[in-house]
């Protein structure tokens, strides 16, 4: 485990806060824990950490960790397996971890672990968690691909440990379908973002949105009249839940009417 003052000295650099690196920290260890188990051929790392972990590094810090599993794999097993490899994260780092069975969620296709832990900065155990998150069946559009953990940490340096992972097309679908399903901000910073890039093939991400959205029981023909039904409460929750994961925010008036561009660029609406 590295010490507190690495992690002091990196939230300094970045003017972030203390507790958000110490998270991101532990979560690259959980990742890099992963990927050295079994576990890893059993499931697909995806999300807005996946884009930060995998393909840009200087992306904005996430605080949960998101999977879907790629085949049938008893509840129990999961379970066992993702508490093993906690312990030896313990013994090899010196991180303190704890799964209580209350704090197991069991919904109708996914399983919720919320995962207390003890970090660098040793607050409290119970003060600190990750909520990670397994998708038990999920349509997927476009191939995974093993992809490197990227953990910017003096204790993770040289490890090229590699997790199955959504592709950036297939983070984007998902991100579509989002915006309909819930709203949470981060789903348009991250849509936005991925728009942004303009090198997806956009048309084959709209098409994916289509199959993926009816595999949801949703209508991806709705994306733009929900989206505009959602903006004044994007725009209250803008600042206070992404404004400590990003170094520059930009001014969400703009991301919509660039989103809303990009939706009918692309055949979206």
């Known amino acids: 485990m590295i010490s507190q003052r690495e992690i002091s000295?990196?939230?300094?650099?970045?003017?972030?806060?203390?507790?958000?690196?110490?998270?991101?920290?532990?979560?690259?260890?959980?990742?890099?824990?992963?990927?050295?188990?079994?576990?890893?051929?059993?499931?697909?790392?995806?999300?807005?950490?996946?884009?930060k972990k995998v393909y840009f590094p200087d992306y904005r810090y996430s605080e949960d960790l998101d999977f879907t599993l790629l085949g049938d794999l008893k509840e129990k097993v999961l379970i066992d397996g993702f508490r093993a490899v906690l312990r030896e994260l313990e013994k090899s780092q010196a991180l303190l971890f704890e799964l209580k069975e209350e704090r197991i969620e069991r919904h109708i296709n996914s399983l919720t672990f919320y995962v207390d832990f003890v970090g660098p900065l040793l607050a409290r155990l119970g003060s600190r968690n990750i909520k990670i998150d397994f998708t038990l069946i999920e349509k997927l559009v476009f191939s995974v691909e093993e992809k490197v953990i990227r953990a910017p940490y003096s204790d993770c340096k040289g490890l090229k440990r590699k997790l199955k992972t959504y592709s950036l097309e297939e983070v984007l679908t998902e991100k579509l379908c989002a915006l309909i399903g819930r709203t949470e901000p981060r789903d348009l910073y991250d849509a936005h973002s991925l728009f942004n890039l303009g090198n997806l093939n956009y048309h084959e991400v709209a098409e994916g949105f289509r199959v993926k959205a009816e595999t949801k029981k949703i209508d991806s023909r709705r994306l733009s009249s929900i989206f505009r039904q959602k903006e004044a409460t994007i725009a209250k929750l803008w600042e206070i839940r992404l404004a400590h994961q990003v170094d520059e925010l930009p001014h969400l008036e703009e991301v919509i009417r660039k989103t809303n561009k990009y939706f009918r660029q692309y055949g979206m609406v």
């Open 9 to 51: 000295k990196i939230a300094f650099r970045q003017h972030k806060l203390d507790k958000i690196i110490e998270k991101d920290y532990v979560i690259s260890w959980i990742l890099l824990g992963l990927a050295g188990s079994w576990l890893k051929k059993s499931f697909a790392f995806k999300g807005g950490t996946a884009l």
